[in-house]
T-cell receptor, first 114, second 115 residues
Framework: DQQVKQNSPSLSVQEGRISILNCDYT??????FLWYKKYPAEGPTFLIS?????DKNEDGRFTVFLNKSAKHLSLHIVPSQPGDSAVYFC?????????????FGKGTRLSVIA | NAGVTQTPKFRVLKTGQSMTLLCAQD?????MYWYRQDPGMGLRLIHY???????AKGEVPDGYNVSRLKKQNFLLGLESAAPSQTSVYFC??????????????FGDGTRLSIL
């Protein structure tokens, strides 16, 4: 039973345009959601997070939107740059779990075309 | 500042052999984790530790053991390797809970092949 789903395995976007990566979840008890970025042969690196009590969090070119009623979150990257090409993982955590465990989606591979 | 360091980076084992993967962090983090990532899958938590001397099971703990004898080190052991354990293993650490905005920091992974 996959609790965090990234239904698009890949996405291609032109440089300068907006990239929108989507994530759906099934467990309404999740209280924090995170996005990680992963380059080949490297570990994931943290991008941005959002608490379930918020609907938007912004950090530079990255914005995460949370729609609790739809159990859906999305990561917007504007403008997209070639260096953003990577695999993006959505993750979620439960309250009182001490930051553990993180439940990860399968990832979406973003390709930004120059 | 090394962050999270995993050794070795690559290893090939024969079925039935044993080995230990080492994770070291220099950020004085309390929490440490071991994940595995298989093709087309997200990261799945194997075991984790919320402090020196403590360990707990994650989503896929079978076939693995862990130890956290020192705060900076988290060891993952395979007592009798099986081909199903062929994977990329990631170690991570964090200072505290997400409520205090403390995300996990990952190492670069260990690619393990079991023949």
């Amino acid at each position: 039973d996959q609790q965090v789903k990234q239904n698009s395995p890949s996405l291609s976007v032109q440089e300068g345009r907006i990239s929108i990566l989507n994530c759906d979840y099934t467990n309404s008890m999740f209280d924090y959601f995170l996005w990680y970025k992963k380059y080949p042969a490297e570990g994931p690196t943290f991008l941005i997070s959002i608490s379930s009590i918020k609907d938007k969090n912004e950090d530079g070119r990255f914005t995460v939107f949370l729609n609790k009623s739809a159990k859906h979150l999305s990561l917007h990257i504007v403008p997209s740059q070639p260096g953003d090409s990577a695999v993006y993982f959505c993750a979620a955590t439960l309250p009182n779990s001490g930051n553990t465990p993180l439940v990860f989606g399968k990832g979406t591979r973003l390709s930004v075309i120059a | 500042n090394a962050g999270v360091t995993q050794t070795p980076k690559f290893r090939v084992l024969k079925t039935g052999q044993s080995m230990t993967l080492l994770c070291a962090q220099d950020m004085n983090h309390e929490y440490m984790y071991w994940y595995r990532q298989d093709p087309g899958m997200g990261l799945r938590l194997i075991h984790y530790s919320v402090g020196e001397g403590t360990t707990a099971k994650g989503e896929v703990p079978d076939g693995y053991n862990v130890s956290r004898l020192k705060k900076q080190n988290f060891l993952l052991g395979l007592e009798s390797a099986a081909p199903s354990q062929t994977s990329v293993y990631f170690c991570a650490s964090s200072r505290g809970t997400l409520a205090s905005n403390q995300p996990q920091h990952f190492g670069d992974g260990t690619r393990l092949s079991i023949l």
